[in-house]
């Protein structure tokens, strides 16, 4: 009994000390983040930024811990690729984008003209990054990109990110007032980070501000961000591929970080048990991924195996993850039978 007691007590106590910490953490925080904010409004002005636009929009900045927290988990780091895909790429999904391409079918059409981007991949795109406007994400993106940039991980990246968002406001592209979005920092209907929306991002309707929840300049935004890093119509993207334990190991790539050993699809034939069943393009450019190798504990090397092309590449572009070029290709098929 009596151990029981004592026990019990030890527990209270260390709860006791593990709420303090994290309360003194916190206020750490507070008073370290509030000292960064204030060297970083310094920067930002430096940088060319209107001092009224950056204290206007800093002024409101505050530290927030769960950003930190999502920063440190990403699921899709420890799904594995067939998981991943099927949740993304569901029957539900087509049906919503199908329902969503009805209703604005002359504007994606004519996007797709323009551009020269298959309204397939617009759809898959949208489909995956926000469930066709559905999760945009509620976060103040000030504070998110400011929480990460005080944060030491990626800091460098998120303060130049941040102050690309001050510049667009300041030139009144981009309206501060509706600056909500996900943790990290993405914005709209295609969850554009504010470097894209800068590099990319264009007022289709011409109405002085760019839009990327509405239709119109999301959908053109995006298709003119793929038409601009190269995404060729009607080129494929990826092909599922069967590997014979021949294959050196030199050409099964795990990480989106850089594709290496491209070959024409030809020269892989000896080492695909399903070459004959691919129907592609022997001259393609090819590389092969297994993007479960290295990640999910105990899984087999060689499954799931996949040929990519240049067109797979560009998706990396936009989000470098095997996984999300996987499943927004697949969403694209998943459309193109039904449209
Ligand atoms: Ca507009």
Do not use: H
Request: net charge positive; hydrophobic share 40%.
């Amino acid at each position: 009994m009596l151990i029981k007691k004592m026990l019990k007590n030890l527990i209270s106590i260390y709860i006791l000390l593990i709420i303090s910490f994290s309360e003194a953490n916190a206020l750490e925080n507070n008073v370290e983040f509030n000292a960064w904010v204030k060297n970083f409004k310094l920067k930002a002005v430096e940088s060319g930024v209107s001092k009224k636009v950056v204290e206007e929009v800093m002024a409101d900045a505050i530290f927030l811990p769960k950003v930190i927290g999502y920063d440190r988990f990403q699921p899709e780091f420890y799904e594995d690729t067939n998981t991943y895909i099927k949740k993304r790429t569901s029957r539900n999904k087509v049906k919503k984008g199908l329902a969503l391409y009805k209703k604005e079918r002359s504007t994606i059409n004519k996007i797709e003209k323009e551009f020269l981007i298959e309204k397939e991949l617009l759809l898959a795109l949208m489909g995956i990054e926000t469930n066709f406007g559905k999760y945009l994400g509620r976060m103040d993106i000030i504070s998110s990109l400011a929480t990460l940039s005080f944060d030491k991980r990626r800091s460098e990246f998120f303060t130049k990110e941040l102050i690309i968002l001050l510049e667009l406001v300041d030139k009144k592209i981009i309206n501060k007032k509706i600056l909500f979005g996900s943790w990290a920092g993405a914005f709209g209907n295609f969850q554009f980070m504010p470097r894209t929306i800068q590099n990319y991002a264009i007022d289709y309707n011409k109405n002085t501000t760019i839009e990327l929840k509405k239709t119109e300049d999301s959908f053109a935004s995006a298709a003119n961000y793929l038409n601009k890093i190269g995404w060729k119509k009607n080129v494929p993207c990826f092909t599922k591929i069967e590997l014979n334990k021949n294959i050196p190991s030199k050409y099964l790539n795990a990480s989106a970080g850089s594709i290496k050993n491209k070959k024409k699809v030809k020269y892989f034939k000896k080492y695909i048990k399903n070459y004959e069943d691919i129907k592609i393009d022997g001259n393609l450019e090819a590389a092969i991924i297994t993007p479960d190798k290295d990640i999910i504990p105990g899984s087999n090397t060689y499954t799931p195996a996949y040929l990519i092309y240049s067109n797979y590449e560009k998706i990396l572009n936009w989000n470098r993850s095997l996984r999300f070029a996987l499943a927004v290709c697949t969403l694209k098929n998943n459309f193109k039978n039904e449209i």
